[in-house]
């Protein structure tokens, strides 16, 4: 039943993916949870900022287990909590660590460089199309390691983003990861190969036996306990991690542009500042969370916000309205370059927790470099046209930006 004295509220009704704001902010204080019957299952929603913070890291009342998704789960890899996701998180982030990341940068600058280059070539388009969309499926790809058909990687990623997070079909879902899974196992068997000969594979063979990238670093992983991941383990973190990290960015980028776009003179106040692209990234984060809301599951009966939620029930925790809490933030619904650094931080787009994402860093670097380049080769860069949205529901991010210089 839907608490009482909820309004009417329908995530994938038209009106709210085109602009979830302004229903966000009457839900706050009109229905901070509420219950959503149209979806099988039901789910609830929270939307004040410090409910979703309880959803999220009470984990005496929520679980992980159950999938990050509004569907039931299988409770692997990411979808546990406690020792076992702390163990499997550890060997799957390996490789985003400061280090990792900070060695990719000269290949992130060559990337965005190239881009720009093809782009200048293109003349006028999509943003979206020319840079937002292939720079993180190219970042991900040095990352993870892959060699040789990198745009058979491209097509297969593009293919998981619209089968994973568009399609309601699960048979064209399960198609693409076996696929996928195909794809993999061609780009492990050298490394598999190679550390046949080793005794006791570890992390002092990556850089010398195989290479010291994401994919070695999976192989040659031992948990505590000595467990070493299973192949459905290994396979599985790498298509998590294609899911969780291309699109994310992407709508980091697309975001970002069109907002500075929209409004006469915030291009140009970057192109003369560049300090203020840190502050620029952050309030896009907080503003336009490209992931606007992940899901848990009630562990037995909850209390929240007055409202009785039954054991086994799904909830999103919805950062991006937690985002645009008045309670926290000031003037949520502005946009603003000068926001308060502590605001700034407070900002739950990456989540909070335990499944905070891991790959923040990396996608902020990866924004950095990109906008000073932009800034640099297209200080005229205008908007030519409306951007349009992604389809997921729960995900914000633009499709289009067409743009001109
Ligand atoms: C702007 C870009 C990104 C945004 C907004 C974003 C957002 C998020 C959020 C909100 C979560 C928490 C999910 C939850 O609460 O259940 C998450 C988790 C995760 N993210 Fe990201 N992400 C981004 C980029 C990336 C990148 C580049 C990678 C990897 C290369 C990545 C890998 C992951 C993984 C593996 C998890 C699951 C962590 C866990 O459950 O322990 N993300 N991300």
Redesign the pocket.
């Given at each position: 039943m839907t608490p009482t004295g909820c309004p009417e509220y329908n995530p994938f009704d038209d009106a709210v993916l085109e602009d979830p704001f302004p229903t966000y902010a009457t839900m706050r204080t009109a229905c901070p949870v509420h219950r959503f019957d149209g979806h099988q299952p039901a789910f609830y929603t929270a939307f004040t900022y410090a409910d979703v913070v309880q959803v999220?890291m009470n984990r005496d009342d929520w679980t992980?287990r159950y999938g990050?998704s509004p569907r039931f789960q299988r409770g692997v890899?990411?979808?546990t909590d406690g020792p076992e996701?702390v163990k499997?998180?550890r060997a799957?982030?390996a490789?985003?660590k400061p280090r990792a990341i900070e060695a990719l940068k000269p290949e992130i600058d060559t990337l965005v460089a190239d881009l720009i280059a093809e782009m200048k070539r293109h003349g006028p388009g999509d943003f979206h199309d020319l840079f937002a969309s292939p720079l993180?499926v190219a970042?991900?790809a040095k990352?993870l390691g892959v060699t040789g058909d990198t745009d058979r990687f491209k097509e297969l990623s593009d293919a998981l983003m619209v089968e994973g997070m568009n399609s309601t079909d699960p048979a064209g879902f399960q198609q693409i990861v076996a696929e996928l899974d195909d794809y993999w196992n061609d780009q492990l068997a050298p490394r598999r190969q190679a550390l046949a000969s080793v005794d006791d594979p570890g992390l002092e063979h990556l850089g010398t036996v195989v290479p010291d990238d994401l994919m070695s670093t999976l192989l040659v992983f031992t948990a505590d306990d000595g467990r070493r991941l299973s192949d459905f383990e290994i396979t599985n973190?790498l298509m998590?991690?294609?899911?969780?990290?291309?699109e994310?960015?992407t709508?980091?980028?697309t975001n970002l542009v069109w907002r500075l776009l929209e409004e006469p003179g915030r291009w140009a106040a970057l192109v003369a500042d560049r300090s203020l692209i840190d502050t620029a990234i952050e309030e896009s984060?907080r503003f336009d969370?490209?992931?606007l809301?992940?899901?848990?599951t009630s562990l037995h009966e909850v209390e929240l916000d007055g409202v009785t939620i039954p054991a086994k029930s799904k909830i999103q925790?919805n950062?991006a309205a937690a985002n645009h809490d008045p309670d926290v933030f000031t003037a949520p619904d502005e946009f603003r370059l000068d926001r308060d650094p502590d605001e700034l931080r407070a900002h739950?787009?990456?989540?909070?927790?335990?499944?905070?994402?891991?790959?923040?860093q990396?996608?902020?670097i990866?924004?950095r470099i990109a906008i000073n380049a932009l800034l640099d080769h297209f200080p005229t860069l205008t908007l030519d046209g409306t951007p349009e949205r992604i389809a997921p529901f729960n995900f914000w991010g633009r499709r289009t930006v067409p743009v001109s210089w």
């Open positions: 999220v992980a990050l890899g990411f979808n996701h499997f998180r799957v982030v490789g985003l993180p970042v991900i990352l973190s998590n991690l294609l899911l969780a990290g291309n994310t960015t709508s980091l980028l984060l969370a490209p992931v809301g992940m899901f848990r925790a950062y739950l787009a990456f989540g909070r927790g335990a499944h905070v994402c891991p790959g923040a990396l996608s902020r990866e924004t």
